[in-house]
């Protein structure tokens, strides 16, 4: 099995930053991606950004300029750094990870989410 251990939320004013984290552990053979989604109240869950083990990302348009993933293949970890939030950012951010386990298993693992809130 994976855990992923998700760090950083909280309650920000507009025009602020926020880092968050997330280490995965357990049972990874081969890291080949990791990423954030966000899921605001009443919306469907979406894709933030995501970096693959090599250093390519995604990002959604509208965090685009604004957010900075990056990840730490030895640590297993990725880091989300936003900045200029606004209310429109509010919302509960899981982070993923995508692995072949020790057991040749491949497959997307979650986090338990973390709540981001911007306040106006």
């Known amino acids: 099995q994976v855990q992923l251990v998700e760090s950083g939320g909280g309650l920000v004013q507009a025009g602020g930053s926020l880092r968050l984290s997330c280490a995965a552990s357990?049972?990874?053979?081969?890291?080949?991606?990791m990423g954030w989604y966000r899921q605001a109240p009443g919306k469907q869950r979406e894709l933030v950004a995501e970096?693959?083990?090599?250093?390519?990302?995604n990002y959604s348009d509208s965090v685009k300029g604004r957010f900075t993933i990056s990840i730490d293949t030895a640590k297993y970890t990725v880091y989300l750094q936003m900045s200029s939030l606004n209310p429109e950012d509010t919302g509960v951010y899981y982070c993923?990870?995508?692995?072949?386990?020790?057991?040749?298993?491949?497959?997307?693992?979650w986090g338990q989410g973390t709540q981001v809130t911007v306040s106006s």
């Open positions: 993923n990870v995508a692995c072949t386990t020790i057991w040749a298993s491949t497959r997307t693992y």
């Open positions: 357990g049972s990874i053979f081969r890291l080949t991606a």
């Open positions: 970096v693959t083990s090599g250093g390519s990302t």
